[in-house]
């Protein structure tokens, strides 16, 4: 009798001990599992600190702060700090990363219906733009990625694209031919430049700066804001002005760990995720001009392209992923701009 009460009290301690344990465990279960707690969760994304991004994020974790009396808190980590934009998207699809900022082409790899924006000159301006993300587009788009276990809490501001180099000026498609241009790893993207006559050179967006100064890339594209705050204008001659892709960046959360959350904070999140959203969209429409003066009191020798050249350069590229992307999708787009 005496062995089974010491047998007994034994396995009470285990018992006791292991549930303490597993209440004390790191990570983020304590946070993200409570409905009315104390919630932190990261937010990665790849601008530099003085970027739009950056200040478009703490706007946001302030605007959450506020609407849950301070129980959500949101800690905003520029520059990659937190990984690589990939790394961050499939660490977000795993549930091991809590929110990330990216774009549109970045996602293309995770969900290939993304690239459908990423077709060049399909936006005509930035109205055109918030037409489309804030309306039955924007819907479908963020339905595909939440199969992916990506939750679309609003749709932000990356901007339209130009075209940078060391070489010359570009005023035609010619201009870029022999030139390796570096662009993202987007399908579009590649085929799109290299359509153009360019040696289109996908790489990470952190390699960048490195292979325009050692030479690895002649130029590469980006809105104007990417080329003031990461100071290509050290490594780039020439700005050329072509508006030839639009990309977005949306604000993303891992489904799982939106789910774990009350409905109260989700509702917070989305809020304060769109108002942001008017405000960025806003400002970035606003800011290109003074960025490109001083894009040229850097240094840089600004022209714009001949954009109907261009425009008639990349009719193909339509023709080959029409039947990707369906006529009826692309069709969509473009009528919510007329």
């Not at 062995?3 to 304590?30: A, E, H, P, V, Y």
């Not at 104390?38 to 994304?45: C, I, N, S």
């Not at 009396?69 to 520059?79: D, G």
């Amino acid at each position: 009798m005496k062995n089974i009460k010491s047998l007994t009290l034994f396995m009470i301690f285990i018992l006791m001990f292991t549930l303490f344990t597993g209440c004390s465990s790191g990570g983020n279960q304590d946070t993200n599992s409570s409905a009315k707690g104390k919630v932190v969760l990261k937010l990665g994304h790849t601008g530099a600190p003085d970027h739009h991004y950056q200040e478009a994020s703490l706007m946001f974790a302030k605007k959450v702060a506020e609407k849950t009396n301070n129980l959500v808190e949101i800690k905003v980590f520029p520059s990659d700090q937190l990984g690589k934009q990939n790394e961050l998207i499939e660490g977000a699809q795993l549930g091991t990363v809590d929110m990330v900022l990216t774009s549109d082409v970045q996602l293309s790899s995770f969900e290939p219906l993304l690239g459908v924006v990423n077709l060049p000159f399909l936006f005509k301006d930035f109205d055109h733009v918030t037409k489309v993300f804030n309306g039955p587009v924007g819907d479908k788009l963020a339905a595909a990625l939440d199969k992916k276990g990506l939750t679309v809490l609003g749709w932000w501001e990356n901007g339209f694209r130009h075209i940078t180099n060391s070489k010359r000026p570009i005023n035609t498609p010619a201009d870029l031919k022999g030139l390796k241009i570096r662009t993202p790893n987007g399908a579009v993207f590649v085929d799109t430049f290299n359509m153009l006559g360019a040696s289109a050179t996908p790489m990470s967006f952190g390699e960048l700066y490195s292979a325009l100064q050692l030479k690895t890339v002649d130029g590469q594209e980006n809105p104007t804001t990417h080329i003031l705050t990461q100071k290509y204008y050290e490594v780039q001659s020439y700005l050329s002005l072509s508006n030839h892709i639009h990309v977005v960046e949306p604000l993303l959360i891992s489904k799982v760990v939106y789910e774990k959350l009350s409905s109260e904070y989700q509702k917070a999140l989305k809020e304060a995720a769109k108002e942001v959203s008017i405000w960025e969209f806003e400002k970035v429409k606003t800011m290109e001009a003074g960025e490109i003066e001083e894009l040229k009191k850097k240094g840089m020798k600004v022209n714009t392209v001949n954009l109907q050249a261009f425009q008639e350069a990349t009719k193909e590229i339509y023709a080959k992923y029409e039947p990707k992307f369906t006529k009826e999708l692309i069709e969509e787009i473009r009528a919510a701009g007329k």
